[in-house]
């Protein structure tokens, strides 16, 4: 499985962003698709999960109302899109492979990350 990460960029408080995921190789759709995020001096954090079939997810609460997962099965691509950036978004941004759970170590696949910058 291979998870290529794009999307990321420098902007404004306030502004949107849209990250894309792109998958490819054998049985990728297997796995739940998590996104993460670590902010600089942070832990890695949790942001949702979206699986392929169902288009199922959830949203840590506090992220509910501003990001939301979604995906695009034609393209093999999961995406976030992210709305009323704050500075505190600041993060390197990764997709994930795996259980759909929020537990790093249930993820055996992972993208490079793409770093989003939001300025004050």
């Known amino acids: 499985v291979q998870l290529q990460a794009s999307g990321g960029g420098l902007v404004q408080a306030g502004a949107s962003l849209r990250l894309s995921c792109a998958a490819s190789?054998?049985?990728?759709?297997?796995?739940?698709m998590g996104w993460f995020r670590r902010a600089p001096g942070a832990e890695r954090e949790f942001v949702g999960p979206i699986t392929w079939n169902s288009g199922s997810t959830y949203y840590v609460d506090s992220l509910k109302g501003r990001f939301t997962l979604s995906r695009d099965n034609a393209k093999n691509t999961v995406n976030l899109q992210m709305n009323s950036l704050e500075p505190e978004d600041t993060a390197v941004y990764y997709c994930?492979?795996?259980?759909?759970?929020?537990?790093?170590?249930?993820?055996?696949?992972w993208g490079q990350g793409t770093l989003v910058t939001v300025s004050s």
């Open positions: 190789g054998r049985a990728f759709r297997r796995y739940a």
């Open positions: 994930a492979a795996g259980s759909g759970t929020p537990r790093l170590d249930e993820y055996a696949f």
